[in-house]
Structures are given as structure tokens and as C-alpha cells.
């Protein structure tokens, strides 16, 4: 493979594509980046994405044939597919954003012998309600078939500047009072992971060869519950937070308002996937850096400390305390 890849990262306006175009230039890739819109580079965000950049407009609802990728990706290499949608939009269905586009487009490369690699997401299941969710997996199902040698990549929540949703729980946390769902929810664990270490693995698996493992699953160092989550996000200087337990119905009712009022980021996919263990079921990231991955915030546990799953009631607006030099063990599972 040559040393100085062409790179066509698409979505590589958003989240995760700016950090992955950061790292691909960083270690001298060229880079084009995909985007519906060709004069839109952000800019004033804080991972400083070079202006300058090649701009190729891409629009995955459009392109639901092989052919009409062959012209977008003639000149290039490899191939980086981090586009996703949280909401439909006109035009633009989970099916064809999700599914039928990166269908379409795995076997465009698979035709003319490029490197293709796709974020995807932990925690897919066919069972699963939501059809954010149904359709996210049934792309990675098309891809594998179209293109066996297409990269999955399925990573934990992320953490890092630039994103949308990290950017609302950097904010939550530190309010005064930690809203989190109860019943399973309450439960369920997440390895919160660095998208700077995303996309330093992304950079990194742009250049690995045939003989990788196809689907890899990417987390952080930690596993913890969202209450966990926030605590560890909050900065130690505001000290601890309240925890507010709310019901699993409610946090369910909750989420379809905001799907339908189109506000972000919660949605009912969210509730879905917060209700189990989003876990890696074995975490590739550190082989892929070839170190470990970076611990999220530093700040010590707040509401981890009780002693009980608590349900929503008043009362329960009173903080729980860490003794002072306690030791709060994030790993013991469900020990909340
Ligand atoms: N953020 C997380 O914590 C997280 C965790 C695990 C998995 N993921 C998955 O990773 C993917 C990317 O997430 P993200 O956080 O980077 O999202 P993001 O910041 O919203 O970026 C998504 C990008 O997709 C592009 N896009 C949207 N619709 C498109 C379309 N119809 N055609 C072409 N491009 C389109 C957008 O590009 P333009 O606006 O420039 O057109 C946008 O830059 C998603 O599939 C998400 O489910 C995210």
C-alpha cells in the first residue's frame, strides 16, 4: 500500500470525522472531505479542521446504486464512512442514510478495490424498537455482505470537543442536580471512549492492511452506569452533584417528546440504547493505538455512591456523599 493515502472521509464535517481528518493529516494522509453541502467547513470549533480542505459533495440518500459512487471515488484509496443521522430528515431516511447508501457504496469499492471502513455503533439489535437503531445494524449487515473486507468499527458514547452530544453531557454535568433514567437504564454500563483516540484508530486502520479483523469494537478504559458518567465528567471544583432518579416510563415518555419536537440529543433510540450494557465485547482499541486508550474527566465519583437503585421521588433531590478519601470503585458492576 503507498505511504501517502487519498482519503475520502465522509461526514467528515461532523463529530467524528473532523477528529479522524485531524489524525489522517496529522501523519501526512490527503484528505477529502464528504459532505452534503461543499461550502460548509465549520469553523470556530474547537478541533480546528483546515479550511483549505478538499471539499467533495456526498449525499448518501442519493447515491443508492454502485454506479453513481463510481465518479466520488475514483481518485482515492480508501474510503471513511462516518456519516449518521439521529433524525430523519425530508429526504433523508435512517434507511437510505444508514443502510441503503453505504450498501450501495461497499459495493462500489468492493467493484473497483478500495479500502472501505464504517463507523458504526455498540450496543445494534434487531430487537430493538427503535428504527434508528434496526437500520444502523441492517447497514453494517449489507456491508459485510457487499464488501467482506469492509472495516466495522463500533465504538462506545464518545467524549471530546466538537461533538453535539458529548458537548450536552459536558453541560449536564455540571448542573447541580444528574437527571438518569431508572430500571434497566439505571444499570447499564458504557466504556465512554476519547474521539481523539477514535480518530487517531481510524488513521490508523486507514493504513492497516488485508488480514485485520473486519469488526472491531472500540470503548475506553472504564465501564460505568450514566450517573458514573456524569460524576466523572463534572469538574471536582463545583463539587458533588444531586442525583435525581427519574422512572424508566417517564425517561421513555421523555424521549419521544424530543424525537418529536426534533430536539437533541436525547431520542427514543438514546432510551433504547442507555437500557443495556453498552459494552465492548472485546475492546480493540488499545491494539489499534498499540497503547491504552485515555481515561475520560478526572474529577471523582459524586453520585456513585449510594447504596440503592433509588426511584423518582422528592426526597431524593438530596446529594449522596463520597466520604472524603473514600475509594470508589467505577468497575464493581451494578453495585449501585
Ligand atoms: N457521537 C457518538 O458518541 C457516537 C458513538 C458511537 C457511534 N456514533 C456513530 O458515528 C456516526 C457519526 O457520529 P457523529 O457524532 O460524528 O455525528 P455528527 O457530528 O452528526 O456527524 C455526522 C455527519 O454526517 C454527515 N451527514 C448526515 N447526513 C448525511 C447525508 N444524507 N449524506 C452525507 N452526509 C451526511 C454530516 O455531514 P454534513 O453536515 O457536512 O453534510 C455530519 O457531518 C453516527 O453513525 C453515529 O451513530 C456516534
Redesign the pocket.
Known sequence: MKSVLNVLV????????RHAVAALRGVGHRVIV????TG?NRQGTPLDVNPALEMRQ????QLLEAEDWMPLIRDVDVVLN?????RERPG?SYDT??HR?PAALARACARSDKRLLH????GLSSQARSRFIRS?LQGEQALRDAAPDCVIVR????DGDG????GWLRALARFPVHVVPGGPGAHARMAPLSARDLGEALARLCVRSHGSPTTLDFGGPASLSMREYLSVLRPARLGQAWCLVVPRWLARIGSHVCDLFHWSPYSFGHFELMSKDNLPKVNALPAVLGRAPVAIGAAPSACDAGTGTAQWHPSLLAAKKTPPGAVVNRRSPRAV
Open positions: 465522509l461526514g467528515g464535517n461532523g463529530f467524528i470525522g464528504g459532505s452534503r453541502t460548509s456526498v449525499r448518501l440518500h462516518c456519516v449518521g443521522i439521529l433523508e442514510v444508514h447508501g463507523v458504526s455503533a455498540l444502523k465504538p462506545s458514547l464518545l461533538g453535539f452530544g458529548a
